[in-house]
């Protein structure tokens, strides 16, 4: 999966159309240094984190998406996708952003990636 480079327009930044993000699957926006994954669930619920994983630093948009969580590929670790937290026993958290669709567009909160 490529990472794209954002174009701002206002108060959000526009990242793609809908339909270019997978059902249960990431696609990833750079914003200079910053990787930030936008997850589609199986509902077409669309949620923005941090492409790292707390962890170790994994890559989480190669991650299995289910039950509102993604899965880090390198050691399993569970992320929740609406708090960015770590499940289970394991502890931590992968900063989130705030993504909302408008008109068949995916649009991220400006003012967060200050």
């Known amino acids: 999966m490529s990472a ?4 701002m ?3 959000w930044i526009d990242v793609g159309a809908t339909e270019e993000v997978p059902q249960r699957g990431a696609r990833c926006v750079k914003k200079g240094d910053l990787t930030i994954a ?8 669309f949620f923005a984190l941090e492409d790292k994983c707390p962890h170790k630093h994994g890559p989480l948009s190669q991650g299995i998406v289910h039950d509102g969580c993604v899965t880090c590929p390198l050691h399993n670790w569970v992320i929740s ?13 992968t900063r989130t952003f705030t993504v909302e669709v ?3 567009r995916l ?6 990636l200050r």
């Not at 936008?38 to 619920?45: S, W």
């Open 38 to 45: 936008i997850f589609r669930t199986q509902d077409d619920q």
């Open 4 to 7: 794209v480079n954002v174009a």
């Open 81 to 93: 996708l609406s708090s960015g937290q770590a499940q289970g026993a394991d502890e931590g958290e």
């Open 9 to 11: 327009s206002q108060d």
């Open 102 to 104: 408008r008109d068949g």
């Open 107 to 112: 649009l991220l909160d400006l003012e967060e």
